[in-house]
Each structure stands twice: as structure tokens, then as C-alpha cells.
């Protein structure tokens, strides 16, 4: 699409141009945020929240009525029949 072109209907046409610099930098902090990240640990309640917010996410998508009071509530069922 050329910028003569018209957007369809309810679009915006964005024009941005980003030097090939540009983008090695915003790469290369990318690989050293994913480097640190590898090297981080959760703790059990942070990993908890994760798969919560985790399953949320998905369910959410499929059904949007899901709420993460919701899924709080099952999650905290599960938790205690395994105990």
C-alpha cells in the first residue's frame, strides 16, 4: 500500500521509518533482557500467580464472560484437594 493509498474504513495509515541501527539496538537489549531473564527464579507464589494470570489470559480469550475472580476460585478449589 503506497501513502496515496486510503486507509479501509475505520484505519489510520501509520508511516514509520526505522533505521537498520535503530533496529540492532532495540535487538540486541532484547536478547540481554531474555539473557537475564533465563537466570531469574520464581518463588512458589510468584510461579502461582503466573500460571493464574496464565490461565486467565487463555481462558479469557475463548470466553470472555472468564474473570480472574474466577479463576481464582477454581485455582484455590484445585489447591485444596491437593491437599
Do not use: W, Y
Amino acid at each position: 500500500m503506497s501513502s496515496r493509498d486510503e486507509a479501509p474504513a475505520g484505519k489510520e495509515l501509520v508511516n514509520c521509518v526505522v533505521s537498520c541501527e535503530e533496529v540492532r539496538l532495540v535487538t540486541k537489549k532484547l536478547e540481554e533482557l531474555l539473557a537475564a531473564a533465563k537466570h531469574v527464579e520464581l518463588t512458589p507464589e510468584q510461579r502461582e500467580e503466573q500460571r493464574r494470570s496464565f490461565a486467565f489470559g487463555n481462558t479469557n480469550i475463548e470466553d470472555p464472560r472468564i474473570t480472574r475472580e474466577m479463576v481464582n476460585e477454581e485455582a484455590e478449589k484445585l489447591k485444596q484437594s491437593e491437599k
